[in-house]
């Protein structure tokens, strides 16, 4: 079937107001996740209905073409019949056993297939599980305490991480989180995303102190920010030279950038991976998993401690396993690739014709325009981004039926439901949206 036009000029957003309105009263500001609350954006946000293909529907009927995309997970778009169907099945046949299932082998096959690096997974439910859970394995495996990570990543909300992290604490401008004990807090180490002399500099302080450097290869949580020149390679000698390990977090960018995710493409292999989104197909799954002599100080195999009752879910894993079963197909990602390089050239095109103050940055089908004039490498000059004017134009592509992340320190993900013309109708509403907000007295 094919979905549904977007719904032309002007919106009308009552239901979703009305609904929100409801939701603040039984939802921690009216949201289950801070992303949503359109908190940098202004304004009401949206309430969702249903989704199809490339497109989401809002209680109001509204259609909008997707680049949120579950802010990761849905490379297939919404409600791809294939994983329609094998949950629709798993369903019938039990959502959760609390016990071992044939698909979690399957699954953990097909990622270790795909990511040589891993030899040994362990599925839990969200990616806040796994990074935490992988620091953990860290600091057992090497008896150090210290955590480096990079300004502007964001792995999770577990307090290791919830320093100067990015995403939605970069949106919320949240620079540390109340409630983390300072002592926890004191033991990661910020350092700048790009800066392999500053990494040097943190080890040179805490030679021999240091369990693991955590790094998202491809930056994606403060928009997108590409790794630069050798600094994915520094990090993997300067972590061996001093006995540390390396922890890459492709929540985002596994199975997303390549299908072996982004240490494929920079041929860096990690000590320990961490992957999510895209491995559930949009229901709840994450997972770590590096060389097995390293795996096995998990329990049971070792005393390192995790677990989880839902971990491994049959539906999830269903999920999971038929996305992965469509992204192995040939011409999968050149196709996907191909397309949103279309996106990227018809935007670069749009920016150097009006020469407006926006860099974009673009690694296969993620995406993020910045609204500053400076090239954008790390955290620092990405918060050079004038946010207000973000704001404005993430509201005129809305009204021009393009729904974006409502921050603008969030990837845009093209996928593989977004056709041709769909990417032509985005740069359209581009176009029009920089004439409204870059138009003198707008702001
Ligand atoms: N990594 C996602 C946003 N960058 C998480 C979404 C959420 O926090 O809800």
Same mark, same amino acid.
């Given at each position: ?24 009263k039984v939802?921690?500001?009216?949201? #289950? ?7 940098a ?6 309430i969702?209905?249903h ?15 997707d680049?949120?995309g ?10 791809h ?9 798993q ?22 297939r ?5 030899? #040994?997974?362990?599925f ?5 599980e ?10 057992a ?7 480096v990570k ?19 604490l970069?949106?919320l ?9 300072e ?5 990661t180490?910020n350092?700048?995303f ?17 369990a ?8 994606a #949580? ?5 790794p ?30 390549a299908?072996g ?9 990690p ?26 100080n998990?329990a ?17 894993m ?13 011409g999968?990602?050149e ?13 670069d095109?749009?920016?150097?014709g009006? #020469? ?15 609204f ?30 393009v ?5 603008q320190y ?24 920089f ?9």
């Amino acid at each position: 079937m094919t979905p549904p036009k977007p719904t032309p000029l002007p919106l009308s957003h009552s239901l979703s107001d009305a609904l929100f309105h409801e939701a603040q009263k039984v939802l921690v500001g009216g949201v #289950n996740s801070p992303v949503r609350a359109f908190g940098a954006v202004g304004g009401t946000p949206l309430i969702f209905d249903h989704g199809a293909g490339a497109r989401v529907f809002d209680a109001d009927g509204n259609g909008y073409l997707d680049f949120v995309g579950s802010w990761g997970p849905l490379i297939l778009g919404h409600t791809h019949p294939d994983v329609v169907a094998a949950v629709q099945d798993q369903a019938a046949r039990g959502s959760s056993f609390g016990m071992t299932t044939e698909l979690e082998i399957e699954l953990a096959r097909k990622i270790i297939r795909a990511l040589p690096t891993i030899e #040994n997974v362990r599925f839990v439910s969200s990616g806040t599980e796994a990074t935490m859970s992988a620091l953990r394995l860290a600091r057992a495996a090497t008896g150090r305490n210290y955590v480096v990570k990079f300004e502007g990543c964001y792995h999770g909300h577990a307090d290791s991480f919830l320093s100067q992290a990015g995403s939605g604490l970069a949106t919320l401008g949240i620079p540390a989180s109340p409630g983390v004990p300072e002592a926890i807090a004191a033991l990661t180490l910020n350092v700048p995303f790009n800066n392999s002399a500053a990494v040097e500099e943190a080890f040179a302080k805490h030679s021999g102190e240091i369990a693991a450097v955590i790094v998202e290869p491809i930056a994606a #949580n403060m928009g997108v920010v590409p790794p630069e020149g050798s600094f994915l390679r520094d990090l993997r000698e300067i972590t061996l030279r001093d006995g540390a390990l390396l922890l890459m977090d492709e929540v985002i960018t596994g199975f997303r950038v390549a299908y072996g995710g982004a240490q494929s493409l920079f041929s860096i292999a990690p000590d320990i991976t961490i992957l999510g989104k895209i491995i559930g197909g949009g229901l709840p799954v994450a997972a770590y998993g590096g060389r097995r002599e390293l795996m096995r100080n998990v329990a049971p195999a070792g005393k390192v401690y995790q677990a989880g009752t839902l971990s491994g879910n049959p539906l999830a894993m269903r999920a999971g396993i038929e996305t992965l079963r469509v992204l192995e197909r040939p011409g999968f990602y050149e196709d996907l690739h191909r397309k949103s390089a279309r996106l990227v050239q018809g935007l670069d095109q749009l920016l150097q014709g009006g #020469n407006l103050p926006v860099r974009m940055n673009s690694v296969g089908s993620l995406l993020t325009l910045f609204f500053t004039p400076v090239p954008v490498r790390d955290f620092e000059s990405a918060k050079h981004s004038d946010t207000a004017r973000f704001a404005a134009f993430f509201w005129e592509m809305l009204k021009r039926g393009v729904f974006l992340p409502p921050s603008q320190y969030e990837a845009w993900f093209v996928s593989a439901a977004h056709t041709v013309e769909d990417l032509d109708q985005t740069v359209q509403a581009c176009r029009d949206s920089f004439e409204v907000v870059f138009r003198e007295g707008v702001m």
